[in-house]
């Protein structure tokens, strides 16, 4: 059974968004990947624009930043694009590091407002 839930896949989004807030790095291609467990349990990999790993300070401040996103209660917006449609609109930024496979003809797209927005071969 695939761990992914719809609230996990909001989790991690909200987590890349406060990251890339508070560290400053872009959101577009800097997903290195995003693994789901059983029991609510995932993890993302992001690449920094610094060799630096986030100090402890650093990481409560992105913390404090998710909690603030999850706190405000912000809409999440999903929906399905022709790919072609989504790269002519949003270019490349809306991609992961790694490459969606080029047989994918449709996109579901994650949007918080300010937050993240985020393209995935999958559902969300």
Same mark, same amino acid.
């Given at each position: 059974m695939?761990?992914?839930t719809?609230a996990m896949n909001?989790?991690?989004?909200i +987590?890349k968004?406060?990251?890339?807030?508070v560290?400053? @790095?872009? &959101?577009?291609r800097t997903?290195l990947?995003s693994?789901f467990?059983?029991g609510n349990h995932?993890?993302?990999?992001v690449q920094l624009s610094?060799p630096?790993?986030?100090s402890?300070?650093?990481?409560?401040?992105?913390?404090?930043?998710?909690d603030d +996103?999850?706190?405000?209660?912000?809409?999440?917006f999903? @929906?399905s &694009?022709?790919r072609?449609?989504?790269e002519?609109d949003?270019?490349?930024a809306?991609?992961?590091?790694?490459e969606?496979?080029?047989d994918?003809?449709?996109?579901?797209?994650?949007?918080?407002?300010g937050v993240?927005?985020?393209?995935?071969p999958h559902?969300?």
């Amino acid at each position: 059974m695939d761990p992914r839930t719809p609230a996990m896949n909001t989790a991690l989004e909200i +987590i890349k968004g406060a990251l890339s807030g508070v560290i400053g @790095f872009p &959101i577009g291609r800097t997903t290195l990947g995003s693994r789901f467990t059983e029991g609510n349990h995932g993890r993302i990999t992001v690449q920094l624009s610094s060799p630096d790993k986030p100090s402890p300070e650093m990481m409560l401040k992105v913390q404090e930043k998710v909690d603030d +996103i999850v706190n405000q209660d912000l809409p999440c917006f999903v @929906f399905s &694009i022709a790919r072609k449609k989504a790269e002519d609109d949003y270019g490349d930024a809306m991609y992961d590091k790694f490459e969606v496979p080029a047989d994918v003809t449709s996109l579901s797209i994650f949007y918080i407002e300010g937050v993240n927005f985020h393209a995935s071969p999958h559902n969300f």
